[in-house]
């Protein structure tokens, strides 16, 4: 019997099909998980680029030009002509969104303060009332120009903690903000 070339051809894809799905079946049933190391970092790898990424956010606080904890920060980009990010009224709840008061007029982010956070005159009660949110050119026209970020750092644990025990926060303050670090910021 004489085997074409084409016919070649169809029984090698054939034949590999078949290696394939039988190596990832047994290999369903056979691969467990490997046991995390005890005292293992909370690390997990990034999906490109090969290095390990912190699983939780850094505690961040803030002092502020003026008074400013009930009003709702938005993220603008560097001119200040464009809404970045914004929240929807459903994700503010003004006893868990608005920052904690700590010594010397620093803040502790509960919202997601960045670099590029600029305050609303909007307070978290009146947004969070809203139906849905304002569109990007009203909430620009809401910015408060005189309330603006004067300095921020990020703690070197995480926001669960410090929000936790924001005790955490007074030491790191008390000590100078050594071991944190100084984050830029910019006026708008």
Not at 36 to 45: F, K, S
Not at 97 to 108: F, N
Not at 140 to 149: E, F, G, N
Request: hydrophobic residues 40%; charged residues 15%.
């Amino acid at each position: 019997m004489k085997v074409n070339k084409l016919n070649k051809v169809n029984i090698a894809i054939a034949l590999t099909a078949a290696l394939s799905m039988h190596a990832c079946s047994s290999a369903r049933h056979t691969t467990a998980p490997l046991p995390e190391p005890e005292g293992a970092p909370d690390y997990r790898p990034a999906l490109f680029g090969g290095s390990p990424v912190q699983e939780r956010p850094r505690a961040i606080v803030y002092r502020t030009s003026k008074p400013c904890a009930d009003l709702v920060p938005v993220q603008v980009s560097a001119d200040g002509t464009a809404l970045i990010s914004y929240p929807a009224p459903s994700d503010l709840n003004p006893a868990l969104s608005a920052p904690v008061e700590l010594p010397g007029g620093w803040w502790l982010d509960r919202r997601g303060v960045g670099t590029a956070s600029v305050f609303t005159t909007y307070t978290y009660a009146q947004y969070s009332a809203m139906k849905q949110a304002p569109s990007p050119a009203d909430i620009l026209a809401h910015i408060d120009p005189q309330a603006h970020i004067t300095a921020m750092y990020a703690l070197p644990v995480s926001a669960t903690e410090a929000a936790a025990n924001p005790d955490i926060c007074n030491k790191y303050i008390a000590d100078g903000f050594r071991d944190c670090e100084k984050m830029r910021t910019f006026a708008h």
